[in-house]
């Protein structure tokens, strides 16, 4: 991270007393947590900063400290288009491209005040006026830690270590996807040490499943299909699987990486059927060389990380599988070794 952005930032937050922060849409813990963390620091800094979600976030983080006063845009539509009138600085956490904030895409690219990114994803968008763009660091919750310890080390406190623990936490799988650095790890300590209650943290985010989840895991393991002589699994869930388990959102995230926990298995997909949006989301993770950012981008609309997308398909539930199986047969080549 470079010292001139940091200052840049610096005099920027000195010029705006009025900030939101606004993570995608269908925020997940590194999402949530880095703007949680941030708008923790802001308004030690003396700002009046709100954490704006596009829509509602899964109940796995409905013990976020500042959770509470997170804003729903889908609920509160014009609230929030009269704070953004009010705003004069507008960070946005954990993506890339406007477009992943869902409906809020057009007021955010019409309003006209300073934006600021702090994002770990690949071929970033310039829609703000200070980026920082850092895919090679594991969440965007290690890359807040990094640039509020050199804005003021001393604000940091158990809320914002807290936040910032289950974000990179979650994005890095508990510690262990190669994304993780001996810094992560140095950071995490640090984190601890200003009150981060790792256990507590890791016993909120995963062993809380309801019946209904772990029984839709039940259903969504029971789908799984493996393509022949290639080491890909995939799985799928329909609307009325969904309906059955009394789908509640956030139940089907992390589902995906049950695939990759079998022997010489480097690609997991899941496909889950959604009626009222009519499409399908694909989520991807891979490990090794297959990049799943690619293929995302290439076949199913979407995007992420190299071992780590979503994407979209407009097509049922037969029709996707099939698309994907064809998808696969063209990049069998990718799976050699
Ligand atoms: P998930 O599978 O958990 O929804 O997403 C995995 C990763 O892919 C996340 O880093 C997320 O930011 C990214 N991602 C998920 N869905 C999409 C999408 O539709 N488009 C793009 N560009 N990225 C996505
Ligand atoms: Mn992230």
Redesign the pocket.
Known sequence: MKDNLINEFDSLLKKSKNTLIIP?K?P?GDALGSSLALNFFLMKKGHNSLVISPNEYPSFLNWLPGQNKIINFSLNQKKVISLIDKADLILTL??N?LS?TGEMESILTSADIPFVMVDH?KNPKSYADLTFSEPQISSTSEMVYNIISKLDHSKIDSNIATCLYTGMMT?TGSFRFPSTTSKTYLIASKLIDFGANHSKIHQNVYDNYTFNRIRLLGTCLSNLKKIKSLPVVYTFLSQEDLRINNFKKGDT?GF?NYGLSLKNISLSVIMIEDKLQNLI?????SKGNFSVNKF??IYF?????HN?????SLKSLKETEKKFMNAIQECKKDFEV
């Open positions: 995608h269908n997940d954990d993506y491209d992943r994803h994005d995230e995906v989301k694909m989520s991807f993770r995302a981008k609309n979407g995007g992420g990380h780590a997308a979503g994407g979209t």
